[in-house]
């Protein structure tokens, strides 16, 4: 079925947006890239707090860290806008951060060269920590072949420079959310090529389970493809360490087990990668992106009561 043709209006529209994301990557680059990621930061830590999205990072903080005084949560929620700014400013300048520029110290690196060397594919499974992209940069900067998911700009002209943005530091490979997305990435990994997933967000019809003593849905595609082929969650993790230098951290693989009851081992994958990534921000709260309502609606539901 081909797709309907968009107006001359949504069209115009759509063109107008993109010549201003244009200008705003132009200046960026520009600018380069520790004085950018400065500007980002500074601009959402002085904006964010007015959005509504502001709220609902406040529900989450509360509901993550109950024990802590609002002093902690009001430093917590300016650091994670900060943290926000910075990287927004820094995703057109990606290609200058990758670990072989020498602005990405990468841990455990041999896991990854032990697994372009196996042939074998992982499922890599993170979230939106610190700057996530470096995630999928140091992936490919290590030589492994991946195919990594993003959800796809509603302007295709600004989704269209994403991808080209992303092409300047390897990564070429996109599979969109979704059920075109499933079938791309089970073709991929027929193929060999590992696979990478955020594993953070709210996904209604997902795993039930828990997140830091609440009620959440997790999506289970990334425990499904690794029952499936046979093969290993591989968590990885990102820091921010001063300004725009970060620690990209290959962990532990986690292995689902397989134990012929595919319901309950879809749950303990489920589980395990919820527990890694409580335990990531636990370690560095500042660094998580909290503004996306992450528990079920009944938990919002209680605290609004």
């Given at each position: 079925?081909?797709?309907?043709?968009?107006?001359?209006?949504?069209?115009?529209?759509?063109?107008?947006?993109?010549?201003?994301?244009?200008?705003?990557?132009?200046?960026?680059?520009?600018?380069?890239?520790?004085?950018?990621?400065?500007?980002?930061?500074?601009?959402?830590?002085?904006?964010?707090?007015?959005?509504?999205?502001?709220?609902?990072?406040?529900?989450?903080?509360?509901?993550?860290?109950?024990?802590?005084?609002?002093?902690?949560?009001?430093?917590?929620?300016?650091?994670?806008?900060?943290?926000?700014?910075?990287?927004?400013?820094?995703?057109?300048?990606?290609?200058?951060?990758?670990?072989?520029?020498?602005?990405?110290?990468?841990?455990?690196?041999?896991?990854?060269?032990?697994?372009?060397?196996?042939?074998?594919?992982?499922?890599?499974?993170?979230?939106?920590?610190?700057?996530?992209?470096?995630?999928?940069?140091?992936?490919v900067d290590s030589g492994v072949v991946c195919e990594m998911t993003y959800r796809a700009?509603?302007?295709?002209?600004?989704?269209?420079?994403?991808?080209?943005?992303?092409?300047?530091?390897?990564?070429?490979?996109?599979?969109?959310?979704?059920?075109?997305?499933?079938?791309?990435?089970?073709?991929g990994m027929s193929r060999g090529a590992s696979v990478a997933l955020m594993n953070d967000?709210?996904?209604?019809?997902?795993?039930?389970?828990?997140?830091?003593?609440?009620?959440?849905?997790?999506?289970?595609?990334?425990?499904?493809?690794?029952?499936?082929?046979?093969?290993?969650?591989?968590?990885?993790?990102?820091?921010?360490?001063?300004?725009v230098r970060f620690r990209a951290v290959v962990h532990d693989p986690i292995l689902v087990?397989?134990?012929?009851?595919?319901?309950?081992?879809?749950?303990?994958?489920?589980?395990?990668?919820?527990?890694?990534?409580?335990?990531?921000?636990?370690?560095?709260?500042?660094?998580?992106?909290?503004?996306?309502?992450?528990?079920?609606?009944?938990?919002?539901?209680?605290?609004?009561?």
């Amino acid at each position: 079925m081909s797709k309907p043709r968009q107006s001359l209006a949504q069209d115009l529209a759509w063109r107008f947006e993109a010549f201003g994301y244009d200008l705003f990557v132009g200046l960026m680059r520009l600018l380069g890239v520790d004085a950018a990621s400065a500007f980002g930061g500074w601009l959402l830590k002085t904006v964010g707090p007015l959005t509504g999205a502001h709220k609902t990072a406040r529900r989450n903080l509360r509901l993550a860290f109950p024990e802590k005084d609002d002093t902690w949560h009001e430093a917590m929620l300016a650091a994670q806008w900060e943290n926000v700014g910075r990287l927004s400013a820094e995703f057109p300048l990606m290609d200058k951060l990758v670990p072989s520029t020498g602005r990405v110290e990468l841990i455990n690196g041999e896991r990854l060269a032990e697994i372009r060397a196996s042939g074998v594919p992982v499922v890599f499974v993170s979230g939106h920590l610190s700057n996530w992209e470096v995630m999928p940069a140091a992936i490919v900067d290590s030589g492994v072949v991946c195919e990594m998911t993003y959800r796809a700009a509603n302007n295709p002209y600004i989704d269209k420079r994403w991808k080209e943005s992303r092409a300047r530091y390897g990564v070429k490979l996109f599979a969109p959310k979704g059920g075109d997305g499933s079938r791309e990435l089970l073709a991929g990994m027929s193929r060999g090529a590992s696979v990478a997933l955020m594993n953070d967000q709210k996904f209604n019809t997902g795993v039930a389970g828990t997140f830091f003593g609440h009620l959440v849905h997790t999506a289970p595609g990334p425990t499904r493809l690794a029952l499936r082929f046979g093969t290993v969650l591989q968590p990885m993790s990102v820091q921010r360490l001063k300004g725009v230098r970060f620690r990209a951290v290959v962990h532990d693989p986690i292995l689902v087990p397989n134990t012929g009851d595919r319901t309950a081992d879809i749950k303990a994958g489920v589980d395990a990668v919820n527990a890694f990534m409580e335990a990531r921000i636990r370690e560095r709260p500042q660094e998580w992106f909290w503004v996306h309502k992450r528990w079920a609606n009944s938990v919002y539901d209680e605290i609004a009561s």
